[in-house]
């Protein structure tokens, strides 16, 4: 079937060979960073043209592929939006940091970073195919002199070996899909050589920012070390071009499962018509769309920031108004180094003893009756029942009966009020029976 997604190039291009404009190499070596060629595609506005002037801000750089999708004539273009600075970066705002997902605290050796029990992400350069303008990351993104050597690699690599409990790693940076081919290759070797590794996956932007690089050349490569998984970066249904829906089928064809994660951005798809046509695209070339995040509080994307309710009203306006699985979930990255949380409308309306009431996408209202008969004692047995690491077990520790509460720091200190041990204070008093590890567990 064919697609019925455009393929443009912008007119300052139109005499570079076909041969030239379709490789990978020739794009990267090629982006436009500086307001003079910027300026000769597309007419800057005076915001532009003083960021553009400017120095000390994230680094620009945009294949000429990717700026070919801007409208010239229209100045809120939700492509330019996204890669064209305006003063607007410069403004400060209340709560911004410099690294507002805490990564850097969560890293055991230089670039990676253990956030969660069982997987990790692994920073493995600093560059990508063009600068996001709200890039979560631009504390150490596009400075080739942050980037990461050698034997830090071997750090990371070191790392996972001497950690068993990590089975899936994240590969991100800046892109992993500039490196250059070898390096890649390398990378994922050592990564299949640690046995408990059971997944890889890849973040990269580069089969939207320029496709080309999906060479049969690369699928050859990826696919030698499945099972991996590829999310890419797409925020506006513009985006997605014959280019990106030849990439995606490339991908998708030698195995690799394609999700999305976007961005909510002021004046780029804040809009529940543009995210449903967003969604409705990225299944029709197979991309499952995976997160849409609230943008971050990093330095420069103030302006990018939206409520958490207009979150809230796109999620009400694409579940059960499209395909299930062409919603992503909405997620805030948690300041501070939290992880990501899940936000949704609430369907959930009340409950009582085995009757829930809830409603739909449509406002229809109806009620659920639970069964009078189930007990815990009926669900299903695990084998091999494998725990999270002592602290990490959260609120699912409470459900599992592991804990009866959670304290925040210093909570008993407070309470104790300072006083003496006396014969009222007996620490038996507050340890309830039936709670702790069940006979089957202590025996692992
Ligand atoms: S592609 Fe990703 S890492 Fe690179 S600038 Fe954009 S958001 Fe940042």
Known sequence: MTLPFPSRRAPAFADVPDEKWNDWRWQLSHRLNSLEDIEKVIPLTESERKALGSSGLFRVDVTPYFISLIDPDDPDDPVRKQIIPTDREMAAFTAMMEDSLAEDRHSPVPGLVHRYPDRVLMLVTTQCASYCRYCTRARIVGDPAATFKRDEFDMQIDYLKRTPQVRDVLLSGGDPLVLAPKVLEELLTRLREIPHIEIVRIGSRVPVFMPMRVTDELCETLQRFHPLWLNIHVNHPNEITAELAEAADKLTRVGIPLGNQSVLLAGVNDN?????????????????????????????????????????????????????????????????????????????????????????????????????????????????????????????????????????????????????????????????????????????
Request: hydrophobic content about 30%; charged content about 30%; glycine content about 12%.
């Open 272 to 444: 529940v018509h543009i995210q449903r046509k967003l969604v409705q695209d990225l299944v029709r070339i197979r991309v499952r769309p995976y997160y849409l995040y609230q943008c971050d509080l990093v330095e420069g994307a103030g302006h990018f920031r939206t409520p958490v309710a207009k979150g809230i009203e796109i999620m009400e306006g694409l579940r059960g108004h499209t395909s299930g699985f062409a919603v992503p979930q909405y997620i805030v990255d948690a300041p501070g180094g939290g992880g990501k949380i899940p936000v949704a409308p609430n369907y959930l309306l009340t409950m009582s003893d085995h009757k829930v009431v809830l409603r739909n996408y449509e406002g229809y209202i109806t009620t659920y009756e639970e069964p009078t008969d189930y007990t815990p004692a009926m669900a299903a047995k695990y084998k091999g029942l494998k725990r999270p690491e002592p602290g990490q077990e959260g609120l699912t520790a409470l459900l599992d009966g592991e804990k009866m509460f959670i304290k925040s720091e210093g909570f008993d200190e407070i309470h104790d009020r300072h006083g003496i041990q006396h014969r009222l204070k007996d620490e038996s008093k507050w340890k309830p029976l039936g709670i702790g590890p069940g006979e089957e567990q202590e025996k692992e």
